[in-house]
C-alpha cells in the first residue's frame, strides 16, 4: 500500500452540509416538544428510559418526513401520535410476553422421597446386567420373555439376573431395626 493511501483525505476535514433550509426550524420544533411528549408517553408507559427512547424514536421518524410534517397545523401533535403508537405497541408484545410466561411457568414436583434415593442408590451398586433386568422388571413392566429377546439371551438368564438383583437389593436395602442395650 503506498504511503500516499494512508494520508487523511481532504474530504474528511471538511465540514458537512448544511442542512436544508427546511430542516433548519426541526430543532427548535424538538427542543419546544421533547421534553411535553416525554413526559406524556412516560406517564402511560411508567419507565423514563423507555419513553425518552419511544420519543427519540418518533422524532427520528418525523425528522425523516420533516418537510411533510413541518405543513401540518400542529406537528407536535403528530409525533405524540407515534410515540403513542410505539408505546401501545410496546406495551401489547409486554402483555403478551407476560401472558406467555404465566403459561411456561415451571410446575413444582418435589423431589425424590429418601426412600425412592435409597432405592436410586442401592440400584446403582448391582452389576449392570442385573441391574438393567430389575430395571426392566419392575419399572418397564417387561417379561422375562421380553427381556431375553431384547438382550438376546435366554430366558432362564433374565430369571438368574432377576434372582441376584433382587437378592443384592434386598441386601442393600435392609434396614437394620434391632437397638443395641447398653
Known sequence: MAASSLAP???????????????????GFYAANVGPITAQIRAYVGD????????????????????????????????????WNLATSKL??????????????PIHIEGPQPDRIDLELALS??????????????????????????????EATVRSWLTRGRAALAELLRIDTTEERG
Not at 423514563?48 to 413541518?70: H, M, N, P, Y
Open 48 to 83: 423514563l428510559q423507555e419513553a425518552e427512547d419511544l420519543v427519540a424514536e418518533a422524532f427520528c421518524r418525523a425528522l425523516g418526513r420533516w418537510k411533510t410534517i413541518s405543513a401540518y397545523d400542529n406537528p407536535a401533535t403528530w409525533v405524540r401520535r407515534v410515540a
Open 125 to 154: 451398586e448391582l452389576k449392570e446386567r442385573h441391574r438393567k433386568a430389575v430395571i426392566l422388571y419392575y419399572l418397564a413392566d417387561m417379561t422375562t420373555a421380553e427381556i431375553a429377546e431384547q438382550e438376546g439371551v435366554a
Open 9 to 27: 483525505s481532504s474530504n474528511m476535514y471538511r465540514t458537512p452540509p448544511a442542512a436544508p433550509a427546511s430542516y433548519a426550524d426541526f430543532d
Open 92 to 105: 401489547r408484545r409486554g402483555a403478551v410476553l407476560r401472558r406467555l410466561l404465566l403459561r411456561q411457568r
